[in-house]
């Protein structure tokens, strides 16, 4: 019984936390159980849920991207130019996806047929396409975007924003491919042991690229969403989101080394980061010491992990 306990404690400790975490600031302020304040931390926390889910592809595999805030700001900036110029949204969302595959396929290429290492390689590609930015924006926001782009980031169907219901549809893919499909099953074998993964017949070539453009892919779509829900463009957006993104698929459970994770876990890990600024925020904390326990959750988070793979 005791095994069992400890098993399942183990096991749901990511939800167990957020449980416990949502508990406390409750008791400290009550107003943060409130349905506009819960509605408010999903459409918050969607943006990073959506770009923890492309990351949690990349880290399964061993990998690291760094360069998914730099995805976010050039595409919601070549997005916003788009569908000021042309009104079209569609034609919108369309560039900034493909120029989030791009990237993603630049880095997977770097890193696949370049023998770079992931955190070297995509550093120098969040340097460059965050440059990039700079010089397409020259520096300066793109703003007065047409409603029918603003309701995209603002709208509601029924009770649900916008924002929330994409996180949801993207995650639900995320889940199918990972757990129904050869190409997740691929994943987790290339994490788990690469040289026994190619050994095996996987393409792991192949498999190392297409992570990172599921992970650009899915910074681009956080970067439309993020345009439209502040109605502008900035050359600036996404800074450090690569850190919390990170820290959300960390937080859920998946491992550094690869191999052992899920989308559930990154989701929760979302809303654990998602409820905790949001608490500290209705605490009236200061941002410089929710640097600090953010920090410090992250830390508990990864040792967590090690202690785990220890035991193992």
Do not use: H, W
């Not at 949502?22 to 304040?37: H, R």
């Not at 399964?60 to 595409?75: F, R």
């Not at 047929?113 to 390689?121: N, P, S, T, V």
Request: proline share 2%; hydrophobic share 50%.
């Amino acid at each position: 019984m005791n095994i069992n306990l400890k098993e399942n404690a183990s096991k749901y400790k990511s939800l167990i936390g957020l449980v416990v975490l949502c508990a406390i600031i409750t008791f400290v302020a009550p107003t943060f159980l409130t349905l506009s304040n819960i509605t408010n931390v999903f459409t918050q926390v969607s943006v990073n849920a959506i770009i923890a889910v492309g990351m949690t592809f990349v880290i399964l595999t061993g990998g690291i991207d760094l360069s998914v805030g730099s995805t976010l700001a050039i595409s919601g900036a070549l997005a916003a130019s788009i569908i000021k110029s042309t009104g079209n949204i569609y034609l919108a969302i369309i560039a900034a996806a493909l120029v989030g595959i791009g990237i993603g396929l630049i880095n997977g290429l770097l890193i696949s047929k370049g023998k770079l290492q992931a955190f070297i390689a995509t550093l120098a590609t969040m340097t460059i396409f965050r440059g990039a930015t700079l010089v397409f924006t020259n520096g300066t926001p793109i703003s007065k975007l047409p409603d029918s782009f603003v309701n995209l980031g603002n709208g509601k169907i029924g009770f649900l924003p916008m924002p929330v219901i994409i996180t949801v549809i993207v995650s639900g893919i995320a889940i199918y491919i990972l757990s129904q499909t050869k190409l997740g099953r691929y994943i987790y074998a290339l994490g788990g042991n690469e040289d026994s993964a190619r050994l095996s017949g996987i393409n792991t070539t192949k498999i190392k690229t297409l992570v990172y453009v599921v992970s650009g892919f899915a910074s681009a779509i956080a970067g439309v969403i993020i345009a439209s829900r502040i109605g502008s463009a900035s050359p600036n957006a996404g800074i450090g989101f690569e850190l919390d993104a990170i820290a959300a698929v960390v937080i859920g459970g998946t491992s550094l080394s690869g191999g052992e994770g899920k989308i559930s876990g990154t989701l929760i890990g979302a809303l654990i980061i998602g409820v905790l600024n949001n608490g500290l925020n209705i605490m009236n904390v200061s941002p410089f010491y929710q640097l600090i326990v953010k920090g410090l959750v992250i830390l508990i988070a990864v040792l967590l992990d090690k202690k785990n793979k220890s035991k193992a």
